[in-house]
């Protein structure tokens, strides 16, 4: 590992040392110029890859049986809970916005992904120790299955809450770096490793995935049937090894500067400034004869129009920045009920599937957050498909090296995403009505006489989506800003999971307070008195009117690289 600080340090020397606007060259762990041979490439980037699956374990780990633990051991709603989760995954993909702002003007990916994995370790530790503190209370009352329950004492509560966000921020450092680390691995100016990195993102999804499918059946046995110290212990364990893992790589490693020693809001602060003060000249043309017969005037002293032009061609540059980040933002807005849709996954899918008949066999029953690993079993199934298969086809009629264009991609998840949420709601509409039939409306505890493998396809679909949209936007928001800003970018595609979560979670609070005042809330604690299937019909109607407006953007959007992406303007 790189040690030092100041100039001293190869990495901080990597990270300032280059100038606004100029191109980045990779750098060895000692900052000097990489060697293709000796650095980056698929060496470089397994031990990157690795890293990544290990953080999707330790977060989906945390995350994807989390209704459970909230409306378990903490006591819950049902609404409660699921506004808690979307707030907090809204926040943990918001937060790689700043992240990725820090890695870009500041830190440096590497030095980012560091502190952001210590972070993680911290914070998953005290997630496990909080499930083991006494509820200190001692109002237990009695459960349905002849023991009793505790509600959690306010000490526990705040230090389960403190835990859950620190990995939030966590992540927040850790998301956009690993990613836009890993692609920085292949040069884009070599025919060879161009190609390699756009299989990169593909193959870094695939891994993700098999790594994730494997979490949710083994981390949700462990915290439905064992404990849910264990259950949060071993993702803790899992980040300390993935640490290791990642700088064991430090010597392979291509590095790239930041870009300025100035801090991003500085720089952006100049930006506007720059911009304000270009429109409040509005220099117009002078008159012919004021340009023939200007009057001679004494020549600035040479370094004070030097500093004047640097200056100029800075605040261009920042200004050119700006507008590469600002033209990506329809396509960002038009994509955010995607996520709005994605959100419910974790949430109200697993307490579905809680009710119904899990057993396989005599003895086995499938904890319902299991369902969800048929998302990642999906994209590992077919993303070999997609990228062997489907993508050499499409590329022999399109003429695009990727096959499909990456907007193109995105819109065909989006399609699939509305296909899933109506068949959710059609499953769900059968489950209510078998429920009546069989007379279990009152009776929630008692499993509806329906398989749980009805619900594999809403599954299935969400993981054929996102093989598509995905993967589609993080290529999309690497390769379409500034090149000085791809962690940020990466961030940006982050966020719009985050904003997706914030709007899930203010929808459900706002739908179940007009409804409970109405007498029936669509999320009631009793599934079986709720109505998801009208969420999900809402859910499905929004992303129709989504898909019609992505539509008119994409189609119009005008790519920042040159080629075979801009044959046409209808290409995305």
Partial sequence: MPSGSGASDPLLALDDGMADGAVAAPMDHRGRPALRGATGGWRSALFIIAVEIAERFAFYGVSANLISYLTGPLGEGNAAAASAINAWNGVSQLLPLL??????????????????????????????????????????????????????????????????????????????????????????????????????????????CGGTAVTLVFLSYIQDNIGWG?????????????????????????????????????????????????????????????????????????????????????????????????RLFPIWATCLIYAVAFAQSSTFFTKQAGTLDRRVGDRVKVPPAALQSFISITIVAFMPIYDRV???????????????????????????????????????????????????VDKPSVPVPMSLWWMVPQYVLFGAADVFTMVGLQEFFYDQVPDKLRSLGLALYLSIFGVGS????????????????????????????????????????????ELLAYGYFAVTFKYKSKGALLATPTAG
């Fill in 99 to 208: 992240g990725g702002a820090l890695a870009d003007s500041w830190l440096g990916r590497y030095r980012t992904i560091l502190l952001a994995s210590l972070l993680y370790i911290l914070g998953l530790a005290m997630l496990a120790f909080s499930t083991l503190l006494s509820t200190g209370n001692h109002q237990c009352s009695a459960a349905a299955g002849g023991g009793k329950t505790c509600p959690p004492s306010t000490l526990q509560v705040a230090f389960f809450y403190i835990s859950l966000y620190m990995v939030a921020v966590a992540q927040g450092g850790h998301k956009p770096c690993v990613q836009a680390f890993g692609a920085d691995q292949f040069d884009p100016s070599d025919p060879e490793e161009s190609v390699s990195r756009s299989s990169f993102f593909n193959w870094w999804y695939f891994g993700l």
């Fill in 230 to 326: 264990l259950g949060f212990g071993i993702p803790c364990v899992v980040m300390a090894c993935a640490l290791a893992v990642f700088l064991l790589g430090t010597r392979t490693y291509r590095y790239y500067v930041s870009g300025s020693k100035k801090g991003l809001v500085a720089r952006a602060g100049e930006a506007l400034a720059a911009w304000r003060s270009r429109r409040k000249s509005s220099p117009l043309p002078p008159p012919a004869s004021q340009d023939c017969y200007r009057t001679a005037t004494p020549a600035p002293e040479s370094s004070t129009r030097v500093d004047d032009d640097e200056q100029v061609v800075g605040n261009a540059g920042l200004i050119e920045q700006a507008k590469g980040i600002v």
């Fill in 390 to 440: 489907i993508v050499p086809l499409a590329r022999r009629y399109s003429g695009v090296p990727s096959g499909i264009t990456m907007l193109q991609r995105i819109g065909a998840g989006m399609v699939l995403s509305l296909v899933s949420m109506v068949i959710a709601a059609l499953v769900e509409t059968r489950r209510l009505r078998l429920a009546r039939d069989a007379g279990l």
């Fill in 502 to 545: 914030f709007i899930s979670s203010a929808l459900v609070s706002v739908i179940d307070r007009v409804t409970t005042a109405r007498g029936g809330s669509w999320f009631s604690n009793n599934l079986n008195r709720a109505h998801l299937d009208y969420l999900y019909w809402l859910i499905a109607a929004l992303s129709a009117l």
